[in-house]
């Protein structure tokens, strides 16, 4: 089965001259800028409010994306054109009035997987739909058989949480408190998630009253039309980047570290074909569908496809559904990329679909090696900690920082969120204030990024105490295979997550470990994968393998491994009394 969302591009329809397209383009970033300050500033989970895993968008009358919300998330936004199909198939257009608001979290109706809700709400102006307001978000608990909601030995998508088919969340701008009350009575600690779904609604409606401004300052058939104008633009400028890569098949392959039923790697294959200004992608040759959560739904799969496309080519320029509309997808049904419902999903959401981007960048690397990175850590590193038989209280989510491959100009970036997320962490002290956690140590790890002429980036490794029992669950990736380098570069160091118990004897988990009980006393060291290097080690100049040795990116024996230098003993040096004094043969 082949999927493709490829679009015409509109022609012969009437252009607002260049100043009016201008002042309202402008004017529709920045009702999305205020949705999403609105509805950072309202949430109740930690999540949302410190981290930031939301995302807003502005679509038109068909669903496609015209304006997504600045350093938002790609693996939710790419998504939202299929998400809001799912949502008209059920309620066409003119089954829509002034007031009504549509929710819903199927990841087999076009959504990500079941912790992420989608809430849209048409805009009327002169008696007919002009858009929608929208807001996906990670809801910290769904329900299920275990707080946190990923379950990850659920052998189907019934077994990980409350889903919900597109619904009418409001009717005529009543609110349906039967369909609440079911949310409520299905999830862990009601009162944030119904604080952020008020969150949610909140955002809408400030949008729409900002779209319904520039209707009446500059006429809703003008608004109209500078809608499809962003989304012709867009296309033009992504037609004219593709055009930059040369023609070809290029081919790659990665894979994921298994899920929570084997180690078994998953294989994900692309075949990325390039004709004149169009892209076609295609995943036939990967893995069948997984047996765990780590299998990617369809709108998972374009989300990380068109952020790689979208991050070579034109990452300068906004992206929306005109950026798509030149890249065909194809995805065999059955598949890791495509699975059949009722497979699992939670894990794929952001497991599977980094490695979903790794592999379409390698597969361009060849074609445009001064623009591919090295490989990311390529995993977002879950960690949920939840006091035992959690009802009302909080459930810590958090996301991990990772490493940036480097690339042909500079080192990979260090402890920061890539490729298809974008969220923050929590606050140390603001975990521990609302989680059984002390966190003993966080810092940067040594040794983790790649070696290479440039460095990969390294990850993050946390150290947490349990101060009650707990229930422990960690959906990574990277504890066995390690991110690629790129024209001889090291891979970046694979993840660890050790365990030590009271009793002081240790246990290595792995990186799809399911709910776990933890005994209080239990210390956690999570420390997540490294990004892969850029070029031969040999040729990085030594005095930034100095400056890395004196900054604890690396230790004396990567020095001498890694890079084939010398490290001697420098009492009169402040950074620690090591300086790398000769140059020799790499290992």
Same mark, same amino acid.
């Given at each position: ?210 779209? /319904? ?169 879950? /960690? ?55 966190? /003993? ?147």
């Amino acid at each position: 089965m082949t999927v493709t969302d490829q679009q015409p591009p509109a022609t012969g329809a009437a252009q607002l001259d260049p100043i009016t397209f201008s002042v309202v383009d402008s004017g529709l970033r920045a009702a999305v800028a205020e949705m999403k300050a609105v509805v950072l500033r309202t949430a109740y989970s930690n999540l949302w409010r410190e981290a930031g895993d939301l995302s807003c968008a502005l679509l038109d009358a068909e669903g496609q994306i015209v304006v997504q919300g600045v350093g938002d998330i790609p693996i939710h936004l790419g998504s939202m054109p299929l998400t809001m199909r799912g949502v008209l198939d059920r309620y066409p257009v003119e089954s829509m009035e002034p007031g009504d608001v549509l929710l819903q979290n199927d990841p087999y109706r076009g959504n990500n997987h079941l912790p992420d809700y989608f809430m849209a709400k048409p805009v009327f102006a002169d008696g007919r739909v002009v858009a929608f307001t929208a807001v996906r978000g990670h809801y910290v608990d769904i329900g299920g058989p275990t707080p946190g909601s990923y379950y990850t030995l659920a052998r189907d998508v019934y077994g990980e949480g409350l889903r919900m088919p597109p619904v009418k969340l409001f009717r005529r701008g009543v609110v349906d408190q039967d369909i609440l009350e079911i949310i409520t009575s299905n999830v862990r600690n009601p009162a944030e998630r119904l604080g952020d779904i008020r969150s949610q609604h909140a955002g809408c409606v400030t949008a729409e009253r900002r779209l /319904l401004d520039y209707c009446e300052r500059y006429g809703t058939d003008a608004v109209v039309t500078a809608m499809r104008q962003v989304l012709d633009v867009s296309e033009q400028r992504a037609r004219a980047a593709f055009r930059e890569i040369p023609d070809g098949e290029y081919t790659f392959t990665d894979v994921c570290d298994g899920d929570s039923f084997s180690t078994d790697p998953i294989q994900i294959t692309v075949q990325v074909t390039v004709r004149g200004d169009e892209i076609a992608i295609d995943f036939d040759g990967s893995s069948p569908q997984s047996r765990g959560g780590m299998n990617s739904p369809l709108g998972v799969t374009h989300s990380a496809a068109h952020f790689a496309v979208k991050a070579l080519t034109e990452p300068h320029t906004p992206s929306n559904s005109g950026s798509y509309r030149p890249v065909s997808i194809s995805a065999p049904l059955g598949t890791i990329v495509n699975p059949r419902s009722p497979a699992p999903v939670v894990a794929g959401n952001h497991e599977t679909s980094a490695r979903i981007a790794d592999v379409v960048l390698g597969a361009l690397a060849p074609a445009v090696p001064d623009l591919v990175p090295a490989a990311g850590t390529g995993s977002s590193s879950v /960690l949920i900690v939840a006091r035992e038989h959690a009802v009302d209280d909080a459930i810590m989510y958090e996301v991990h920082g990772a490493g940036q491959g480097g690339n042909v100009q500079v080192d990979g970036a260090n402890a920061r969120r890539t490729s298809i997320g974008n969220t923050g962490n929590t606050p140390v002290e603001l975990l521990e204030a609302t989680n059984p956690v002390r966190v /003993l140590s966080y810092e940067l790890r040594t040794d983790g990024g790649g070696a290479g002429r440039h460095r990969g980036g390294t990850g993050l490794a946390r150290l947490v105490e349990f101060t009650e029992d707990v229930t422990v669950t960690i959906v990574a990736d990277r504890d066995q295979s390690r991110p690629y380098g790129l024209w001889g570069g090291s891979p970046g160091a694979a993840a660890t997550f050790e365990l030590t118990h009271p009793d002081g004897t240790t246990e290595v988990l792995g990186s799809k470990t399911p709910p776990r009980s933890v005994a209080a006393g239990s210390r956690l060291l999570f420390a997540c994968a490294g990004a892969g290097g850029y070029g031969p080690a040999s040729e990085r100049d030594p005095a930034q393998v100095q400056a890395d040795l004196d900054d604890g990116y690396v230790s004396t024996d990567a020095v001498e491994r890694d890079y084939g230098l010398t490290v001697e003993a420098a009492p009169d040096r402040l950074e620690g009394g090591l300086v790398v004094v000769a140059a020799g043969t790499p290992a």
